[in-house]
Antibody
Framework: QVQLVQSGAEVKKPGASVKVSCKASGYTFTNYGITWVRQAPGQGLEWMGWISTYSTHRNYAQRLEGRVTMTTDTSTSTAYMELRSLRSDDTALYYC???????????WGQGTLVTVSS | SYELTQPPSVSVSPGQTARITCSGDALPQQYAYWYQQKPGQAPVVVIYKDSERPSGIPERFSGSSSGTTVTLTISGVQAEDEADYYCQSADSSGTSWVFGTGTKVTVL
């Protein structure tokens, strides 16, 4: 069965960086891209970006451009999302999801809570 | 930046029909997707490519598109359908995705 398992919760200070991992299993990793979505407490879903697992193509949300980097390691079927210069409003639950236009974001990780606090 | 607009809330009695709209200028050119999110859970796709239903999603969920508005329809609403629903699509360039503002469906 398709599974996306994310790394554990993180607590960071303002200005620091965080790197969240997302390990995929149950399907051919390079057949689908990976998207990252975050959700601040009590708020809606925010698309952060999408990375191809089969090319160098990636797109980031404009408001995060310059602070976010998404990468993949096909040898371990793992995707990573790094967010730098953290601020308090980056406190959120961060999700990875398998995603392609043909199916949407059809499988999601369990979410990783990132708390930014001094 | 591109935005998708949804009504904040929809209330419906069991067995009735709930309709949730999503408006955006690029919707005539880009596919829309719909996600259901229950408290404490990750979102689940219920409609993809405007009107396709993934396997395992009940037939009471359907999607349609007309101009700059897409609609998620839940026919014969059940108590278990109470959740937040988000539309999702891309901007006119197709390179930037966005989620709608979200709609809370309450089953009375």
């Amino acid at each position: 069965q398709v599974q996306l398992v994310q790394s554990g919760a993180e607590v960071k200070k303002p200005g620091a960086s965080v790197k969240v991992s997302c390990k995929a299993s149950g399907y051919t990793f390079t057949n689908y891209g990976i998207t990252w979505v975050r959700q601040a407490p009590g708020q809606g879903l925010e698309w952060m970006g999408w990375i191809s697992t089969y090319s160098t193509h990636r797109n980031y949300a404009q408001r995060l451009e310059g602070r976010v980097t998404m990468t993949t390691d096909t040898s371990t079927s793992t995707a990573y999302m790094e967010l730098r210069s953290l601020r308090s409003d980056d406190t959120a639950l961060y999700y990875c999801a398998r995603g392609e236009r043909q199916v949407g974001f059809d499988y999601w990780g369990q979410g990783t809570l990132v708390t930014v606090s001094s | 930046s591109y935005e998708l607009t949804q009504p904040p809330s929809v209330s419906v009695s069991p067995g009735q029909t709930a309709r949730i709209t999503c408006s955006g200028d690029a919707l005539p050119q880009q596919y829309a997707y719909w996600y259901q999110q229950k408290p404490g859970q990750a979102p689940v796709v219920v409609i993809y490519k405007d009107s396709e239903r993934p396997s395992g999603i009940p037939e009471r969920f359907s999607g349609s598109s007309s101009g700059t508005t897409v609609t998620l329809t839940i026919s014969g609403v059940q108590a278990e359908d109470e959740a937040d629903y988000y539309c999702q699509s891309a901007d006119s360039s197709g390179t930037s995705w966005v989620f709608g503002t979200g709609t809370k469906v309450t089953v009375l």
